[in-house]
């Protein structure tokens, strides 16, 4: 094999699988993918079919799949190097115990500069090439790793963590952090928002009711607006944590109004988990275009519950995928797609067969196949973000945002030992990749056309 493509412009040559924005999924058995040397995709098609003038000269990554890059919706950078630790721990305890710590030592910039880069190559290894992510509340910590972002070249929104009450960092005089924090997230959006040509942008960042007052919240959501930043937070994961915001906010008619109030919800406005909801609160979601990052390794690591999906996606709510590092012990969101389909299915199967009552009345609707799981992680996280035009499928005119991946890994005996043609569905081979992913099968990841740092 000729050496992977590291820049545009290159064509190569693979079976091509995408959702397309139209509906339905792209699979090209033996495509040919160019990408121009703007980083954008100039043609897609079979290679019998390759439109004049477009060069012979591809890299052939045979038996490689080209996918669209995946889009982690929701992770906190400083967590990566605790994933796999804090199992069934309840969520303020896990806070407590593993989180604020770990967030605490990025106090010292030279600890972020040291491992920023290495979290987002560890990134691309999974096939990520795109992450809406927290980070902490250090605004020194947080520049470091924008640069870290800016030079490996993932394509990253990032937010400076906000807490007014309860922060981990015993340095900050009370009287002052809810200035102090507005400003330094402003300071970080006005560097960063936008930056190389919108491949770097700014989410910001209240970490959760608990830990923000209303006066936070509400200033936050203006200077989102103000700046237009995305706004990110976590709603309705854990029902202590449910419990706590309502005790913290009795004026409050549910969870998702202590937000509402805040003027939080609209389109930019992406919410970790939205497990508990009440039909209220899914419908004020759904008719001020709020949207989820769902993150089902860590609903079920840290044992908040299953999201009932279909209901969210009946609801018309924008929904995409989130790790959720390190309450989800993976980075990979082909993990993240097998965890939500088996807490599907559980779901599915708790509905009573005799009864006909369903553990949720939209539970009884056909599970999502592996297509459907794809399209969440790729075109539809894009969509949540607004990005759609840009990323998430492969399509012509969109920036080239790609992985390679090889299904040979993922053989049970060995690809030499599959049954000729037994992948030949799109659907089974994406199943392939979803439900017996490996650890290295990501061969190479590229944004806009330069390949990133990480896969093996
Ligand atoms: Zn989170």
């Known amino acids: 094999m000729s050496p992977t493509p590291t820049s ?69 950078l400083p967590q990566v190097p605790n994933a796999g630790l804090g199992y069934a721990l309840p969520l303020l305890e896990w806070l407590d115990r593993l989180t604020f710590p770990t967030e605490r030592s990025w106090v010292d910039p030279a600890v ?43 394509r990253a929104i990032l937010g400076k963590v906000m807490m007014d009450r309860l922060t981990y960092d015993p340095t900050i005089d009370p009287a002052s952090i809810l200035d102090r924090t507005l400003r330094e997230s402003r300071d970080l959006a006005e560097r960063w928002h936008g930056a190389d040509a919108g491949r770097l942008g700014y989410a910001v960042t209240p970490r959760f009711a608990v830990s923000c007052t209303e006066d936070l919240l509400r200033k936050s959501a203006e200077l989102a607006r103000d700046l237009g930043c995305w706004w990110q937070t976590h709603v309705s994961e854990d029902p202590g944590e449910i419990a706590e915001v309502r005790r913290l906010f009795p004026d409050a008619r549910d969870y998702v109004d202590v937000y509402e109030r805040a003027g939080g919800l609209g389109p930019r406005s992406i919410l970790a988990h939205a497990i508990h909801l009440s039909p209220m609160e899914e419908a004020r979601l759904a008719a001020t275009g709020t949207r989820i990052a769902h993150c089902p390794t860590s609903n079920l690591f840290i ?34 797609m097998r965890a939500g389909a088996y807490a599907q299915q559980a779901r599915r199967v708790l509905v009573d067969r005799d009864t006909g009552v369903a553990a949720d009345s939209t539970d009884a609707a056909p599970p999502l196949g592996p297509l459907e799981w794809l399209r969440l992680g790729t075109l539809d996280g894009a969509r949540v973000l607004g990005l759609d035009d840009v990323i998430g499928s492969i399509e012509v005119g969109k920036e080239a945002d790609l992985i390679a991946v090889d299904p040979g890994l993922t053989a049970p005996l060995g690809p030499e030992l599959d049954r000729e043609g037994l992948l030949d569905d799109p659907s089974d081979l994406v199943g392939r990749l979803i439900f017996r992913s490996h650890p290295s099968m990501v061969r190479a990841a590229w944004v806009r056309g330069r390949r990133l740092e990480g896969p093996a």
């Open 112 to 154: 972020a500069e040291r491992l920023a880069p290495a979290i987002f190559r560890a990134f691309a290894a999974a096939g990520t090439t795109t992450v809406l992510a927290y980070g902490v509340v250090y605004e020194a910590a947080m520049e470091a790793a924008f640069r870290a972002a800016e030079t490996h070249g993932i």
């Open 8 to 76: 545009a412009p290159f064509a190569i040559r693979a079976r091509v699988v995408s959702p397309l924005a139209a509906g339905g999924t792209l699979d090209l058995p033996d495509g040919l993918v160019t990408v121009d040397a703007s980083g954008r995709i100039g043609s897609v098609a079979g290679v019998a079919d390759v439109p004049p003038g477009v060069p012979a000269d591809a890299v052939d990554l045979r038996p490689w799949v080209v996918l669209p890059g995946m889009v982690d919706l929701h992770a906190h």
């Open 303 to 336: 044992g908040a519950g299953v999201m009932p999906l279909t209901s969210r996606l009946t609801a018309g709510i924008g929904v995409g995928l989130g790790s959720d590092v390190s309450g989800g012990a993976e980075l990979s969101l082909f993990g993240v």
